[in-house]
Each structure stands twice: as structure tokens, then as C-alpha cells.
């Protein structure tokens, strides 16, 4: 299995456009903030001391999320290649065992959405440093560090169910660009999710991903909160967690961090189970 596994990172890393377009949602993102979404945002908070700091801090955090869902689509695309080529039939005629194919794309899968996040960690701390913010502390880069492991989970076992459904590249592809486009709006990154209607923001708080996106804002925010609003009424803070998506509210109640910690643990194992229940099943046609 680990060797199978080794031989999907291989592929993935030897193809620079695989790893390019994976990432390209991030960069759309990092260039839109830094040209016309930066300064529209950061209009509104004017005269807020660490301001800046305070919303690159939140549009970092959003990207961590993206970047989990983008990397592993990425990477499970070795699975649809194998499958139009023509390779996965030779791996089912082999001894191999399907576990052994099952579990070594899922490993593959779940290493390069860790490798790639870390390494957009790395990038989106410069940026934050770079602008004048602050690095994490070492306590919230290890809590960081736990949660690219679990979003990473989530989105891969997400990504490897849905591969489960294509057979050819260019159906893939289409589904990566529908997605790639679309995942900005469901961690309510281009627009605040306080602005949206309220059937979007429905949708968002129902996307599993986006409750990663809101345990990473938690994290990245903590400190400039505290910074920018320093002696400020409860309700104001808790009024801008709310429209950020720092934290979801359905109704009157705020989702807690234990909840989206449980949503994404649960969309681990369901989609998990049903992902190895459709690469099983189509292994034996």
C-alpha cells in the first residue's frame, strides 16, 4: 500500500502543471486580495488599530481551507488517469489487493493536501509578517498544524468520493474548474458572509469545508481580535465574528468550535466509507 502510494505522489509531483492548477484557486485569491478585495475590506475598518493585520489574518485563514479542497483534487486525479489509460484494469488483474489500490490512493491523496496546505502556511505567515502583522504563536501554529490534518481529511475523503464518478479527464476537469471557481464563495472569502443572502449563507454554513475555514479564522485571528478591538462591547466583536464567518450562527445559536471539529470529523468517515465503497464496487466491473 505505501509503496502504491509512493508511485500517486510521484506522479503528482513529476507533472508541475498538476501541482500549478492546484494551487491556481489560491493564487486567484492572494492576487484579487492583494489588487481590489484588500482595499475594499480594509475600507471599512479605517482608523482600527491593526486593521490591516486583523484581515490579512482573515483572508489567510480562508486560504488554508481552499487550499486543502484544491491540493487533494489535485491529487486524486492520478485516480481518473489511471482509469481513462487504461491502468487501473492492469492493477485489478494483478495480486494486488483492492484494498491495497483503495488505500494507496486515499494515502496519496491525504499527503500532498497536508504537504501543499503547510506549505501555503508557510507562504500566507511571510505575507502576514510581510504586511506588518504578527507570526503565530507556537501554541495556535501546532492547533494550525491539527487542523490542516482534519480539513485535509475532509476534503480528501470529499475528493476521493467524488472522483469515484468519472471515468475520462475532461469530464474531470470541468468538475476541478466548476469547483476551483466556486469554493472562494463557499468559504465566503471573495464576500463576507455577512453580506450574502440569507439562502447563501445557508449553503456555506452547510458546505463541511467551510466550518475548517472558521476553526481557521479562530486560530489566525485570535490575536489581532484582541488587538483591534481592545475594550470594545461583547456584542460588537461577536457582530464581526458573525459576518466574517468567524464563527456560524443558525438562528439565535453560534456554532461551537467542538461542533465544526465534529463536522469535519464525521464528513471524514462518511465520505471516507463511501468513497472505498465506490472504488470497491467499480474495481469489481
Do not use: C
Not at 491523496?109 to 506549505?119: A, D, F, K, S, Y
Request: cysteine-free; glycine content about 10%; hydrophobic content about 55%.
Amino acid at each position: 500500500m505505501i509503496i502504491f502510494a509512493r508511485r500517486n505522489l510521484k506522479l503528482f509531483f513529476r507533472d508541475r502543471a498538476a501541482v500549478f492548477f492546484s494551487l491556481l484557486a489560491v493564487f486567484i485569491i492572494i492576487g484579487l486580495y492583494v489588487l481590489f478585495l484588500g482595499e475594499t475590506v480594509m475600507g471599512n475598518l479605517e482608523g482600527v488599530s491593526g486593521g490591516r493585520f486583523l484581515m490579512d489574518s482573515w483572508i489567510m485563514a480562508g486560504l488554508m481551507a481552499v487550499t486543502s479542497v484544491t491540493t487533494t483534487m489535485g491529487a486524486v486525479a492520478v485516480v481518473v488517469d489511471d482509469r481513462a489509460k487504461g491502468i487501473a484494469k492492469d492493477f485489478h488483474t494483478s495480486p494486488l489487493k483492492r484494498t491495497t489500490l483503495v488505500g494507496g490512493y486515499l494515502i496519496s491523496t491525504l499527503v500532498v493536501g497536508v504537504i501543499m496546505t503547510i506549505v501555503a502556511l508557510l507562504f500566507a505567515e511571510l505575507y502576514i509578517v510581510g504586511s506588518g502583522g504578527e507570526f503565530l504563536p507556537w501554541a495556535s501554529f501546532l492547533k494550525v498544524l491539527g487542523l490542516i490534518f482534519l480539513s485535509t481529511m475532509a476534503s480528501g475523503s470529499m475528493m476521493f468520493f467524488l472522483v469515484s464518478f468519472f471515468k475520462t479527464q475532461n469530464s474531470f476537469g470541468v468538475a476541478s474548474t466548476v469547483l476551483g471557481t466556486l469554493i472562494g464563495f463557499l468559504m465566503g472569502i471573495y464576500v463576507p458572509i455577512g453580506v450574502l443572502p440569507g439562502s447563501v449563507q445557508t449553503v456555506i454554513k452547510f458546505f463541511p469545508i467551510s466550518h475548517a475555514a472558521a476553526l481557521f479564522r479562530q486560530v489566525f485571528m485570535e490575536v489581532p481580535l484582541s488587538v483591534s478591538f481592545a475594550g470594545a462591547p461583547l456584542e460588537m466583536v461577536e457582530g464581526f465574528q458573525t459576518s466574517l464567518g468567524v464563527v456560524y450562527k443558525f438562528g439565535t445559536s453560534t456554532v461551537s468550535s467542538m461542533t465544526s471539529l465534529l463536522i469535519l470529523v464525521v464528513t471524514s468517515l462518511v465520505f471516507f466509507a463511501l468513497g472505498v465503497w465506490r472504488m470497491m464496487k467499480a474495481s469489481q466491473h
